[in-house]
């Protein structure tokens, strides 16, 4: 059987909030001690171990800490995903960038986790320099690519949504879908492994959590339909996909305050859990369903190789 992999981006509250203008964001809301455990108990029910790419500044919080600990001692590997969280990351300097991973690569192993090796850029942001850094840090593989076209749409739903004040330049331009959608190696170091967000292969529209939960917002039989399509054009291609997940695929409206425009937050959050627990039987029944870097090693011997030039090329 093929293999195929479920991540967990564990981005916070106000980090969205913060993504989106919300100076609500300043409090630090968080919902994780709510978000954790469901999603622990629905990878249990499946038998899953994933990778859960954490937020440092989260990390260095009580909750945050709780849930490392919560999430490691279930067997899941926990890997970086920035200090800040701001999608704007390819516009930091070097060294800032360095700051970024060193600080979160601490809080992981205080908060009683191993160093982590994969990274994860917010809003898929990613540069040569964080590449090359990456590597000079002896991380395996970067999970931050998301070939697909919808970046501009996505970017102008959240630049008519947001508030003055929310950042504009996110999620990359149409040139996006000529990237790769299998793993291949970046010319950095001895050979970075990045594997992409799947998307739908032809197609290239995203198949990730919250696009599900969009699409079951307006009809569950048409997700379920979509991402059943999505599996059988993952199989017909030889795509072994990488599923992405967030809290919110978890959480109700009223559980997420301010995040009404979200996609998918009309759905209720049991209903929500219901249909992941679907989504995460319907990958099994297809696939051998491991974490990030599980499928990172199983993926390495072959690989094709492309140069960080890629990234200009595709918006990133």
């Known amino acids: 059987m093929n293999t195929a992999s479920v991540s967990l981006d564990l981005d916070n509250l106000w980090a969205y909030l913060k993504t989106h203008g919300d100076p609500e964001w300043e409090r630090r809301p968080s919902f994780l001690p709510t978000a954790v455990p469901r999603l622990l108990d629905a990878f249990g029910t499946h038998g899953l171990t994933t990778t859960v790419f954490v937020v440092g500044a989260d990390v260095e919080r009580e909750d945050g800490a709780q849930a490392v600990a919560a999430i490691t001692g279930a067997g899941h590997e926990v890997a970086n995903h920035s200090y800040g969280h701001e999608p704007w990351l390819h516009r930091y300097s070097r060294d800032r960038l360095e700051a970024e991973l060193a600080r979160t690569e601490d809080a992981i192993v205080a908060a ?27 991380y395996r593989y970067d999970a931050s690519t998301l070939p697909t076209w919808i970046g501009p749409l996505a970017r102008a739903y959240h630049n008519r949504t947001a508030p003055t004040g929310g950042e504009r330049d996110l999620f990359g331009g149409f040139s996006r879908v000529r990237a790769p959608n299998a793993a291949y190696r970046w010319r950095v170091g001895t050979g970075l492994v ?20 969009q699409l079951h917002q307006v009809s569950p039989r048409l997700a379920r339909g979509y991402f059943t399509t999505a599996l059988r054009l993952c199989r017909a291609r030889g795509v072994q996909p990488s599923l992405l997940l967030h809290p919110t695929d978890v959480l109700g409206a009223a559980e997420a305050p301010g995040m009404e425009f979200f996609p998918g937050m009309a759905v209720p959050g049991a209903r929500k859990v219901e249909f992941l627990g679907w989504v995460l039987g319907a990958l099994r029944g297809h696939f051998d369903v491991v974490g990030t870097g599980a499928h990172v090693d199983r993926l390495e011997a072959g690989l094709r190789e492309h140069d960080t030039g890629l990234l200009a090329r595709c918006g990133g």
């Open 194 to 213: 990045e594997l992409p967000v799947t998307t739908m292969p032809l197609l290239r529209v995203p198949i990730h959590g919250s696009y599900l939960l």
């Open 112 to 138: 009683g986790a191993p160093r982590p090796t994969g990274f994860r850029g917010p809003g898929y942001s990613v540069t040569h320099d964080l590449l090359e850094l990456l590597a000079e840090r002896g």
